[in-house]
């Protein structure tokens, strides 16, 4: 592993309140040398997340240092919450996002994409084993608009494209299988925004999303922890800006939904909030069911010409 780089990831997590507690060397899909630092919360030791990058990352270009800081920044924060590795989908879903192989690697099946493998498991606070191992594949358009194929600057876009393709429907929840492809390409992306864009919600859309995340991620996995309403992730994910997340936020803690943590871009949920189990519940299995392949029963009986 590159001592230098090492050095570099130390000084920028230190200047954003964390620690590489761990490192050591990794390999690329395709081949190749990468480095894997574990960095935790300088005040709680045991908030941890994994951060790959390739042995020869350039970390002295600018646009390249500017983008690990904003990630490392983010993560800080990301990691105060109780799960720091889940999210919640627009329909409902508790999700978590692990094992993903970093960085881009390219396909070997002789298609001109980039793809990174990793996993997503439903938490709902069962022993749930449904999982879906999926594999983005960022097609050479869309490579352009990424300063590198690296996992500071691509992170929240997939867990973003992977939970808008959950929405969709085009990814299943098993207990067993092969990776299944979530295509990332630019319809995503606004060329004249400069932004990407995955979907297009309203006030009362944000406000039950946001509840939802406080339901799952603070009231089921967190025992009331506060998790962080203003997650950049999520607003890119609703295509809504930080203030209008505010916005949700500030109706949920006045109907007693949410409460204050010490910290205006945190909240837990309230026992008002628990109240309403029932309908995260219900939602929850109506997603999960519509995700089901669904098998036409006439072509089951045979009464199709074939």
């Known amino acids: ?17 964390l620690v590489v507690v ?17 960095i935790a919360l300088a005040a709680e030791p045991a908030k941890t997340e994994l951060l790959e990058l390739s042995e020869g990352f350039e970390f002295g270009r600018a646009d390249l240092m500017d983008g690990v800081k904003l990630y490392l920044a983010e993560s800080a924060k990301r990691l105060r919450n ?18 993903f192989g970093w960085p881009f690697h390219e396909s070997t099946s002789g298609a001109d994409t980039s793809l990174v493998h990793g996993e997503v498991r439903l938490q709902d606070g ?22 590198a194929p690296e996992q500071p600057f691509a992170e929240g876009f997939i867990y973003n494209a992977v939970r808008k393709t959950m929405d969709q429907g085009q990814l299943e929840l098993v207990k067993s299988g092969n990776r299944q492809p979530v295509p990332l390409t630019t319809r995503y992306y606004s060329a004249r925004q400069k932004k990407f864009i995955f979907n297009d919600t309203t006030a009362g859309q944000r406000k039950a999303f946001l509840a939802a995340k406080a339901y799952w991620l603070s009231g089921v996995l967190g025992a009331g922890a506060p998790v962080w309403m203003l997650d950049p992730r999520d607003a890119q994910y609703l295509d809504a800006s930080v203030d209008e997340l505010r916005a949700a936020v500030r109706t949920l803690a006045e109907e007693g939904l949410i409460g ?40 089951r009986a045979g009464m199709t010409n074939m």
Request: glycine share 6%; with cysteine; net charge neutral.
């Open 260 to 299: 204050p943590a010490g910290d205006a871009e945190f909240a837990s949920a309230t026992p008002r909030l628990m109240e309403h189990r029932h309908a995260h519940q219900a939602l929850l299995a109506r997603t999960l069911e519509s995700i089901k392949p669904a098998f036409n029963e006439e072509m």
């Open 126 to 147: 069962s022993e749930s084993v449904l999982h879906a191992k999926v594999a983005v594949s960022m097609t050479v358009t869309f490579r352009d608009v990424v300063p």
């Open 82 to 99: 109780p799960r720091p590795d889940c999210y919640v989908t627009l329909h409902g879903l508790p999700l978590s996002f692990g094992r």
């Open 1 to 17: 592993m590159s001592e230098v780089l090492a050095v570099q990831v130390a000084a920028a997590a230190k200047a954003n309140g």
């Open 22 to 38: 761990a490192s050591e060397a990794g390999e690329k899909y395709s081949g190749g040398a990468t480095a894997k630092f574990t």
